[in-house]
């Protein structure tokens, strides 16, 4: 595979990365065209021609677009069918509330234990069995008939989803480092996109009179099978078990070489070692660092994300007293700019870096914040809401594609510990503000995500790529 031109304009930008052809570049000056076998070696994002993308990479992003399109819409199926799977279980709304957080505590042992087993045996693997549980377990809480039956649906769906986060995002990151450039935030994109597909297919199944039994296996059927037909065309990736029973096969050559599943640059800096040559590698603690800095950037976003799903609309009513229909509006506008905002921020990450994209997003998001706590004006309001959804858009796509080359043969292991903290800060953050409605206004509680964004803004750099040189 021919890599672009990018010798020319590869000058550091304000943020300390190094622009020009290869935004997300971080390899040695001195280019020699690079096979995808190479880049995935490297485990960085390059800049390479479009036209001399193989058509297999082509395949497998779409592949692995349909994949976060079909978690989103499962996921949605659940969600719009809550209020006939509570009337069918007879569970209250406090008993619904402890299941629904069984859920995130299943998804994030998924997470966990889907790291591992994506380093050991490569992500396409987990995809599949992640997306097949998904996909079956969905029809779980059609078929709940009693408060036990549901909790353990949920606990399974939850399992599945943790798991088929962490191993679509994996398998994203492989794609993306071969494909060229950045297209992480278009994936999450799509996952937003399957969730109003589901959200409206949903709807017009109650509207009919489906039964929920119905219209759940009619998911689940459709999930397994486009689960067979996709993943056949992800990217192979046989993770370090394989990779390491096969370290002495000669490298096969051409333009169709397939990505392993992850690398280590220490590993790659012993192999050169020999030939006198050095590299500076992510050491073990240096990485156990950057891990957890990328989740606390991940945790303090997704609180935000969090309180704005589940407060905006009530904060809108509070603050401005205004009617349901009305208040709903703040987080139309919200998840649409955010949704919007995913189609074009893998084209401002390639143009500026991924450290500004994440600095100068959570500053618009910290204005939009702003914005909400001053205003008393429904449109400068729901203004300041659009402002927060398109300012966190493509914060944590390019945290996850941070996590996913930090050049070492755990990073599907270290992308599920930035996902399970995360998570938690969606779970806390609508949380938190919950028990500070007690002591102050709603409007003046939205301080807290304001203070996450800010601190995001100035951790920003967190997010630059690693840099090696030899």
């Not at 506008?333 to 994209?357: E, K």
């Not at 796509?397 to 043969?409: H, K, V, Y």
């Amino acid at each position: 595979m021919v890599v672009g031109n990018e010798t020319a304009a590869r000058t550091p930008d304000l943020n300390g990365e190094i622009r020009g052809a290869g935004p997300l570049d971080d390899d040695v000056p001195d280019r020699l065209p690079v096979r995808p076998r190479d880049r995935a070696r490297r485990g960085t994002v390059e800049s390479v021609a479009t036209t001399t993308i193989d058509p297999q990479i082509r395949v497998a992003r779409a592949a692995v677009f349909v994949v976060f399109a079909l978690n989103g819409f499962l996921l949605a199926m659940w969600v719009v069918h809550i209020p006939a799977i509570t009337d069918r279980t007879g569970i209250a709304h406090s008993t619904l509330g402890m299941f629904i957080l069984m859920l995130a505590g299943a998804g994030i042992v998924g997470m966990r234990i889907a790291g591992p087993l994506a380093d050991r045996f490569g992500s396409r693997t987990v995809v599949a069995a992640a997306a097949a549980i998904v996909s079956v377990s969905v029809l779980g809480p059609g078929l709940a008939t009693g408060p036990v039956s549901l909790a353990i649906a949920l606990a399974c769906f939850g399992f599945g989803n943790g798991a088929l986060d962490v191993s679509m995002n994996t398998q994203a990151v492989h794609v993306e480092r071969a494909y060229g450039r950045p297209i992480m935030s278009a994936f999450h994109a799509l996952f937003s996109g399957g969730g109003f597909l589901g959200s409206l297919l949903g709807a017009a199944a109650q509207g009919a009179g489906w039964d929920v039994r119905l219209s759940l296996s009619l998911a689940a059927v459709a999930g397994l099978a486009i689960t067979a037909a996709l993943v056949p065309r992800l990217l192979v990736d046989t993770g370090w078990a394989a990779r390491e029973a096969n370290s002495d096969a000669p490298m096969e050559s051409g333009p169709h070489d397939r990505i392993p599943e992850s690398t280590d640059r220490d590993r790659e800096s012993e192999a050169t070692a020999h030939d006198g040559a050095t590299a500076q590698s992510t050491t073990a603690p240096n990485r156990s660092r950057k891990v957890w800095a990328l989740a606390a950037i991940a945790f303090a976003l997704l609180l935000t994300e969090g309180v704005a799903a589940d407060w905006s609309a009530l904060q809108v009513r509070d603050h401005l007293d205004v009617d349901d229909a009305t208040a709903a509006l703040a987080f139309g506008a919200f998840s649409c700019t955010m949704t919007a905002g995913r189609f074009t921020a893998d084209r401002l990450a390639g143009a500026f870096g991924r450290v500004a994209v994440v600095r100068y997003g959570t500053l618009i998001a910290a204005f939009g914040l702003v914005l909400i706590m001053a205003s008393g004006w429904v449109p400068l309001t729901l203004l300041g809401w659009a402002m927060c959804g398109l300012g966190l858009s493509g914060g944590i796509p390019q945290i996850f594609t941070a996590a996913g080359n930090l050049g070492s043969t755990t990073a599907a292991t270290d992308m599920s510990r930035v996902f399970s903290l995360g998570y938690l800060g969606l779970l806390a953050g609508p949380s938190i503000i919950g028990w500070l409605t007690a002591l102050v206004p709603l409007t003046t509680a939205m301080a807290v995500p304001l203070i996450a964004v800010l601190l995001c803004c100035g951790y920003a750099g967190a997010v630059a790529p690693q840099r090696t040189t030899g």
